[in-house]
């Protein structure tokens, strides 16, 4: 393929250790004065809410729920102390990792919410930002949690998320999306969508896969855009990340790639694969809009405020 | 009666998952045959570049006459040449053709730098890629089909309903540019 406008990419380097990360961590807190003080406090709270409870109680029974008070506030003092060992030592590998490879890395933020898909969802959350790897792209890949239903019906799907804007736009909108056959069953029962339609294009393999989808009146446009390298390019992802649910996705100028996992400090390297994988197709979409990416290099700029 | 009622329904039942396969068989071979437009189009776009490479290197290369009437045979019997098995071999020829001629190109030194040569050569870069991407769809689509006339219980009958095997297109283009 051409070499033409491809982005700038680190390779694929070794880091911290996440286990040594956290192991520090909880030395630290084990070491600290304050924590035992908070544990110690969690017993204190604890045993006075067993009294009250005792003491509230017919025959009165103080003793023993003290004694249980004590022992369960303790219990979660050192529990919300293990956990925040473990938020810390995250932040604190990712930032470090980050920082190996001269990106940058910020733990909490806002989703996206500038394309369809990232729209959808009762609930949005998003963590972990990384951006800086493709410099000058403004490219951002980061956690994006879809929430429905609630309660005991409450449905999280965790994705990880390349979002970058284009230097024009391509296209109103263009969803490349996995092939559902519920929602293939339910378009033959109920119509199709009036906004958009479903566009077949020459390649049996890419149908088996993906469903292809545009703005109702510019299928045109749609098969301008996805030439036959294109193709290729969304083929070969598939054959790399055969089990993630792959989405594409641009409207307008915006333009986010989807893959359904979760981030794990213990294995941070698939940032680094899912980012080998997705820079053709990055790449190829930048060309197209004739230059790099509009974006300022630091692409916290476009972050959602 | 109701022998006669479950016959009936086997016989739609299958009727049924007939009409289902052909139907399946023919969108697999529209698809073959889409796909083989685009490779088309590609290599038209190939043979289209052509004139204009010789025209740019004969300004600084003339006596590579040999060079360029080998060009202009080879293009013509690629156009000649219909369907992916006729096209394979003079296609896999012209394209190392081109590359030679590029080689040649590139070691005159003025001609290396001049703006409408390198515009060309990312041009035919480009066409290359697409070439290439086409024919990975075109032999994509024909292993589908293929696979699918010739696994069973369609090998049965595919033959009988006109379904021929497609032919592969196995133009080596690697290395062109």
Same mark, same amino acid.
Request: proline fraction near 4%.
């Given at each position: 393929m051409s070499r033409k406008g491809r982005v700038d990419y680190s390779p694929i380097m070794s880091g911290p250790d996440y286990h040594e990360v956290e192991a520090e961590e909880r030395r630290l807190l084990f070491s600290s004065f304050g924590y035992w003080d908070i544990v110690a406090l969690g017993a204190v709270v604890g045993a006075g809410l067993g009294f009250l409870y005792g003491f509230a $109680?017919? *025959? $009165?029974?103080q003793a023993w729920t003290v004694f249980i008070g004590m022992a369960v506030g303790a219990v979660c003092a050192l529990i919300a102390g293990w956990a925040k060992v473990q938020g810390r030592a995250r932040e604190r590998f990712f930032t470090r990792w980050a920082a190996e490879r001269q990106w940058h890395y910020e733990a909490d933020g806002k989703p996206y919410e500038d394309t369809l898909f990232l729209q959808s969802g009762e609930k949005r959350k998003a963590s972990d930002f990384f951006s !800086? +790897?493709?410099? !000058?792209?403004g490219a951002v890949l980061y956690q994006h949690k879809r929430i429905e239903g609630s309660g005991d019906d409450e449905k999280v799907t965790n994705y990880l998320v390349l979002h970058f804007v284009l %230097? $024009? *736009?391509?296209?109103?909108l263009l969803q490349v999306a996995p092939r559902s056959h519920t929602a293939e069953l339910g378009e033959k029962l109920f119509g199709h969508s009036a906004i958009d339609q479903r566009i077949e294009l020459e390649s049996t393999e890419l149908d088996q896969h993906f469903r292809i989808s545009g703005p109702r009146g510019q299928e045109d446009d749609v098969r301008r855009l996805l030439t036959p390298s294109a193709i290729v390019r969304l083929l070969d992802f598939q054959r790399a +990340? *055969? %089990? %993630?649910n792959a989405r594409f996705e641009i409207l307008g100028s915006n333009a986010a790639f989807l893959v359904e996992a979760t981030l794990s400090p213990k294995q941070p390297q698939l940032i680094e694969e899912l980012l080998e994988l997705w820079r053709p197709i990055a790449s190829w979409l930048m060309e197209e809009a004739h230059e790099g990416a509009r974006l300022p290099a630091d692409a916290r700029e476009d972050r959602p405020s | 009666m109701t022998p006669l009622y479950v016959v009936l329904a086997l016989v739609a039942f299958v009727g049924l998952l007939l009409a289902f396969s052909y139907n399946r068989l023919v969108r697999l071979r529209n698809k073959v045959a889409e796909a083989w437009r685009d490779v088309d189009v590609q290599l038209q776009r190939r043979h289209d570049l052509i004139p204009r490479l010789v025209e740019i290197v004969k300004g600084y290369a003339a006596h590579e006459n040999e060079l360029f009437a080998e060009l202009a045979r080879l293009r013509s019997e690629a156009e000649r040449a219909d369907g992916a098995t006729a096209k394979s071999e003079p296609e896999s020829e012209l394209a190392a053709a081109v590359a030679r001629t590029i080689a040649v190109a590139e070691s005159y030194p003025s001609l290396r730098a001049a703006g409408n040569f390198l515009s060309l050569q990312k041009e035919i870069a480009e066409t290359e890629d697409e070439v290439a991407a086409a024919r990975i769809i075109y032999n994509g689509n024909v292993r589908i089909y293929n696979t699918h006339i010739q696994t069973f219980p369609v090998s049965f009958y595919a033959d009988l309903l006109g379904f021929e095997p497609a032919a592969f297109f196995q133009a080596d283009t690697n290395g062109v540019v």
């Amino acid at each position: 393929m051409s070499r033409k406008g491809r982005v700038d990419y680190s390779p694929i380097m070794s880091g911290p250790d996440y286990h040594e990360v956290e192991a520090e961590e909880r030395r630290l807190l084990f070491s600290s004065f304050g924590y035992w003080d908070i544990v110690a406090l969690g017993a204190v709270v604890g045993a006075g809410l067993g009294f009250l409870y005792g003491f509230a $109680r017919e *025959p $009165r029974q103080q003793a023993w729920t003290v004694f249980i008070g004590m022992a369960v506030g303790a219990v979660c003092a050192l529990i919300a102390g293990w956990a925040k060992v473990q938020g810390r030592a995250r932040e604190r590998f990712f930032t470090r990792w980050a920082a190996e490879r001269q990106w940058h890395y910020e733990a909490d933020g806002k989703p996206y919410e500038d394309t369809l898909f990232l729209q959808s969802g009762e609930k949005r959350k998003a963590s972990d930002f990384f951006s !800086g +790897f493709w410099p !000058g792209s403004g490219a951002v890949l980061y956690q994006h949690k879809r929430i429905e239903g609630s309660g005991d019906d409450e449905k999280v799907t965790n994705y990880l998320v390349l979002h970058f804007v284009l %230097g $024009r *736009p391509l296209i109103d909108l263009l969803q490349v999306a996995p092939r559902s056959h519920t929602a293939e069953l339910g378009e033959k029962l109920f119509g199709h969508s009036a906004i958009d339609q479903r566009i077949e294009l020459e390649s049996t393999e890419l149908d088996q896969h993906f469903r292809i989808s545009g703005p109702r009146g510019q299928e045109d446009d749609v098969r301008r855009l996805l030439t036959p390298s294109a193709i290729v390019r969304l083929l070969d992802f598939q054959r790399a +990340f *055969p %089990g %993630g649910n792959a989405r594409f996705e641009i409207l307008g100028s915006n333009a986010a790639f989807l893959v359904e996992a979760t981030l794990s400090p213990k294995q941070p390297q698939l940032i680094e694969e899912l980012l080998e994988l997705w820079r053709p197709i990055a790449s190829w979409l930048m060309e197209e809009a004739h230059e790099g990416a509009r974006l300022p290099a630091d692409a916290r700029e476009d972050r959602p405020s | 009666m109701t022998p006669l009622y479950v016959v009936l329904a086997l016989v739609a039942f299958v009727g049924l998952l007939l009409a289902f396969s052909y139907n399946r068989l023919v969108r697999l071979r529209n698809k073959v045959a889409e796909a083989w437009r685009d490779v088309d189009v590609q290599l038209q776009r190939r043979h289209d570049l052509i004139p204009r490479l010789v025209e740019i290197v004969k300004g600084y290369a003339a006596h590579e006459n040999e060079l360029f009437a080998e060009l202009a045979r080879l293009r013509s019997e690629a156009e000649r040449a219909d369907g992916a098995t006729a096209k394979s071999e003079p296609e896999s020829e012209l394209a190392a053709a081109v590359a030679r001629t590029i080689a040649v190109a590139e070691s005159y030194p003025s001609l290396r730098a001049a703006g409408n040569f390198l515009s060309l050569q990312k041009e035919i870069a480009e066409t290359e890629d697409e070439v290439a991407a086409a024919r990975i769809i075109y032999n994509g689509n024909v292993r589908i089909y293929n696979t699918h006339i010739q696994t069973f219980p369609v090998s049965f009958y595919a033959d009988l309903l006109g379904f021929e095997p497609a032919a592969f297109f196995q133009a080596d283009t690697n290395g062109v540019v």
